[in-house]
């Protein structure tokens, strides 16, 4: 069985969705490593106590990581059946996590809500995925 005939013909898209995804966790995994070095903090410690910045540097890259798994799955269900709907909406997820890091670096963690906008991918394709799952089922 070839995987090009069984996903969807549109399901590309999600696929780029996830190596932008990669390059973002990338990216916040940079900015650790490069404030490791700048506030001295030697691993396998996680946060300091005396450099909150270091900290909020950390969190960002922390809590994504966090729910990056959820996201993948989701995303991934979501894409099976609507892989545009999900290119889109995992687009802005992953755009919004770096709003939400780049809010954070500046050491206030409540302007790490710059990134609230990503809830709309996130839940997003979560409904999707409940979407196919009764599409799956047979109740709709």
Known sequence: ????????????YAIFTYLYSWIMLGYLAVKVGGARKKFDVKYPTMYSDT????????????????????WLVFQTIAALVYP????????????????????????????????????IGFFGVIFLSISVALQLIGVY
């Open 51 to 70: 450099h909150q910045v270091f900290n909020c540097i950390q969190r960002a890259h922390q809590n994504t990581l966090e729910v990056y798994a959820q």
């Open 84 to 119: 545009l709907s999900a290119a889109v909406l995992g687009a802005i997820w992953v755009t919004s996590r770096f709003s939400y890091a780049w809010g954070y670096y500046t050491g206030d963690p409540s302007k790490r809500m710059y990134g609230a906008y990503g809830y």
């Open 1 to 12: 069985m070839d995987v090009l005939t069984v996903l969807p013909s549109n399901f590309g």
